[in-house]
């Protein structure tokens, strides 16, 4: 699992390390781990020419010492001050080796084979200042890869917002612990191919964010023991589809289906729709009280104006609330259910649940998020570029996995399916959001090959998904 901490543990950690350390040691662990991923990227160093833009604080130093390596190997390496004032040890260390600082930026830039963003550090807040923001468009425009020390500058590392004008690298090289801006866009966005170098900090056990990746996932998943039966391994209940959009219950029933619960009861008025195309469907025409038992419940995607929403929220079972199921919410019902509640809002229905501008939500996830688990007391599942799921206690959770092609009509309605069956299957809410979220991104990537894709293709691709996750001997069997 990848795990992100914020800006100020971050720094108490450094400080802690630091005092056990001889001066400027930790430093040069940063720029060993620097210079070798720079070396990397470029394939022969000698004769490369690197460019390094420097700012006043220990971003500009980590670029400068790392830079000074590569000199040493026969790099012709240029300083470009951007700064008030630069690092002392590490400009006297790039001297030393044979760099130099450059009068003209725009001349080096124009020759450069790779660029080293060092202008800010994780502390900086806000855009870049205008006398650097002509030269890093230079750096890009040049065709150079284009390397951030610890974070893009102008991007902030606590949220991912970016505020103005910041950094787009192709690679990101952060020390000691990833950032949550590197893992949320737009900052992730800016962040290129992020690669974390160690340099030995001791870092609490609960992160600020947490990144499933597959052995997280194959651990969470429902497997079916000998003694299993439907009913045993749960049944969910979804309430979807209306007169007008009967293809969104096909598609949350397919979503369910392939989400290890043993049955899946529909309920609404689409339900010739959803027979036809899985039969192993249990019909009911409503209303949701009378359906039969189930373990949880998804309610919303199509529902249009179909009544149900009360009725699944007065159950004793987990609820997902989707789409339409999410209009005219009541927080107080909500947080006064028995059982637990997942909301998976879009950022334009988080804006509305929020009472502010969709902008807002798209440029502050990480708040809006929390800020919805905490306002309902429920499991939030924020979707988008980042889907992040967050629950009103514990670190948030980013779904490393997905593609641009996923934002097609009906991808949501399959998710839901997914995390509904998740659900009733047993997992907790936070674990069967995220769960969801990553196998929903996994399957979309084969469906989509760099063309578009419909919703039903990642709902057909999720067997292959739930599969590719667990080691080559496949799921274990109790």
């Known amino acids: 699992m990848r795990t992100a901490y914020r800006v100020e543990t971050v720094r108490a950690a450094e400080a802690e390390l630091m005092a056990r350390l001889p001066p400027g040691a930790l430093m040069q662990r940063a720029a060993a781990g620097l210079a070798a991923a720079c070396a990397g990227l470029l394939g022969r160093v000698y004769g490369?020419?690197?460019?390094?833009?420097?700012?006043?604080?220990?971003?500009?130093?980590?670029?400068?010492?790392?830079?000074?390596?590569?000199?040493?190997?026969?790099?012709?390496?240029?300083?470009?001050?951007?700064?008030?004032?630069?690092?002392?040890?590490?400009?006297?260390?790039?001297?030393?080796?044979?760099g130099h600082v450059a009068e003209d930026p725009y001349a080096v830039l124009a020759r450069a084979d790779l660029v080293?963003?060092?202008?800010?550090?994780?502390?900086?807040?806000?855009?870049?200042?205008?006398?650097?923001?002509?030269?890093?468009?230079?750096?890009?425009?040049?065709?150079?890869?284009?390397?951030?020390?610890?974070?893009?500058?102008?991007?902030?590392?606590?949220?991912?917002?970016?505020?103005?004008?910041?950094?787009?690298?192709?690679?990101?090289?952060t020390f000691g612990?990833?950032?949550?801006?590197?893992?949320?866009?737009?900052?992730?966005?800016?962040?290129?191919?992020?690669?974390?170098?160690?340099?030995?900090?001791?870092?609490?056990?609960?992160?600020?964010?947490e990144a499933l990746q597959h052995a997280d996932v194959a651990r969470l998943l429902p497997v079916p023991s000998g003694e299993s039966d439907k009913y045993r391994r749960g049944v969910v209940g979804v309430v979807a589809g209306s007169a007008r959009y009967p293809g969104a219950a096909v598609l949350a029933v397919s979503g369910a289906l392939r989400g290890g619960a043993g049955a899946v009861r529909y309920v609404g008025p689409a339900g010739d729709a959803v027979i036809a195309r899985h039969p192993e469907t249990l019909v009911h025409s409503g209303p949701p009280a009378k359906a039969g038992r189930v373990q949880a419940w998804v309610?919303?995607?199509?529902?249009?104006?179909?009544?149900?929403?009360?009725?699944?929220?007065?159950?004793?079972?987990?609820?997902?609330?989707?789409?339409?199921?999410?209009?005219?919410?009541?927080?107080?019902?909500?947080?006064?259910?028995?059982?637990?509640?997942?909301?998976?809002?879009?950022?334009?229905?988080?804006?509305?649940?929020?009472?502010?501008?969709?902008?807002?939500?798209e440029a502050r996830r990480l708040d809006a998020v929390r800020e919805l688990a905490g306002r309902y007391g429920a499991t939030v599942l924020l979707k988008g570029s980042t889907t992040?799921?967050?629950?009103?206690?514990?670190?948030?959770?980013?779904?490393?996995?997905?593609?641009?092609?996923?934002?097609?009509?009906?991808?949501?309605?399959?998710?839901?399916?997914?995390?509904?069956?998740?659900?009733?299957?047993?997992?907790?809410?936070?674990?069967?959001?995220?769960?969801?979220?990553?196998?929903?991104?996994?399957?979309?990537?084969?469906?989509?090959?760099?063309?578009?894709?419909?919703?039903?293709?990642?709902?057909?691709?999720?067997?292959a998904a739930w599969r590719g996750v667990f080691p080559d001997t496949g799921p274990a069997r109790a």
């Open 299 to 361: 309610i919303g995607p199509g529902l249009g104006d179909t009544p149900g929403v009360d009725d699944v929220l007065a159950s004793d079972v987990p609820v997902l609330v989707d789409a339409d199921g999410l209009r005219h919410l009541d927080p107080a019902a909500v947080r006064a259910r028995p059982a637990p509640t997942v909301l998976t809002p879009h950022a334009g229905e988080a804006a509305a649940l929020l009472g502010v501008a969709r902008e807002d939500v």
């Open 48 to 98: 490369a020419r690197v460019v390094l833009l420097v700012g006043s604080g220990d971003n500009g130093g980590d670029a400068l010492y790392a830079g000074a390596r590569l000199a040493r190997r026969g790099a012709g390496v240029s300083a470009v001050l951007l700064g008030s004032r630069a690092h002392e040890g590490g400009l006297a260390a790039l001297r030393g080796a044979g």
């Open 116 to 173: 080293l963003d060092g202008i800010t550090g994780i502390g900086g807040r806000g855009g870049l200042r205008p006398d650097a923001v002509a030269v890093v468009r230079a750096a890009r425009d040049s065709g150079a890869v284009v390397v951030a020390v610890d974070l893009p500058s102008g991007v902030d590392a606590d949220t991912g917002e970016v505020a103005g004008e910041a950094v787009r690298a192709d690679a990101t090289v």
């Open 177 to 209: 612990a990833y950032k949550p801006g590197l893992l949320i866009d737009p900052g992730r966005a800016y962040a290129g191919a992020v690669r974390l170098v160690g340099i030995g900090l001791r870092l609490p056990d609960e992160p600020e964010l």
């Open 388 to 463: 992040l799921v967050a629950a009103p206690e514990g670190p948030v959770r980013v779904n490393p996995t997905g593609t641009a092609w996923l934002a097609t009509a009906g991808s949501g309605d399959v998710l839901s399916g997914l995390a509904g069956s998740l659900l009733a299957a047993g997992l907790a809410p936070r674990d069967a959001a995220s769960a969801a979220a990553y196998l929903h991104g996994l399957a979309a990537r084969p469906a989509a090959r760099d063309a578009p894709i419909a919703a039903y293709d990642v709902a057909e691709a999720l067997p």
